[in-house]
């Protein structure tokens, strides 16, 4: 990380997200297990955090910033205002571009949102990239096997596209496409 990113940042962005997402959960992989939805995000966190160390010339402060916040527009009460008050212009246009827009119909909200990160800096597809490993580790317990294919289709479709910004996590993502078929 930059210098000016210290240990203290992440402390205050951790506080703040967990604070925007609390009492928020999803289900685990048995029945009526809830997981807390701060465990996505820090999940999250972990995948860019691990790339970082294994990308040659890569934004850590960006990419981690845009990592704990991507779903803070979706999710919580985080105005888009305060969001770049708070954080600045390249880390609210990332978090935007990691946002689906529900304005769409469903069918064209991936694709989407995969050509708004493709505008972004590469650190921005990393964070769709880790998202998208993060929730490939376990299928919540209710998911039916339609609903399990079509995720796995939707990983396949971020992957091509995005695998050419961050070739650690493209190799990540791939491994979990991988094993995730067999779920």
Request: with cysteine.
């Amino acid at each position: 990380m930059n210098d000016t990113f210290t240990i203290d940042d992440l402390q205050n962005i951790w506080q703040k997200v967990s604070i925007l997402h609390s009492g928020q959960t999803y289900g685990g992989q048995h029945k009526d297990e809830k997981i807390e939805y701060i465990n996505h995000i820090g999940s999250v966190v972990f995948e860019i955090m691990n790339a970082s160390r294994n990308t040659p010339d890569f934004n850590t402060e960006l990419a981690v910033k845009c990592a704990f916040l991507h779903d803070t527009i979706e999710d919580t009460n985080l105005s888009i205002e305060d969001l770049e008050k708070e954080y600045g212009t390249q880390v609210k246009e990332g978090v935007l571009a990691l946002t689906k827009n529900t304005t769409l119909e469903k069918e064209h909200q991936m694709t989407d949102s995969l050509n708004r990160i493709k505008a972004q800096p590469k650190e921005v597809w990393a964070v769709k990239m880790a998202d998208r490993i993060c929730n490939l580790y376990t299928p919540p317990y209710y998911w039916k096997q339609m609903k399990k294919e079509k995720y796995l289709e939707e990983a396949k479709i971020i992957y091509e596209h995005l695998k050419d910004g961050n070739g650690y996590l493209a190799k990540r993502l791939a491994e979990k496409i991988e094993l995730y078929q067999y779920k």
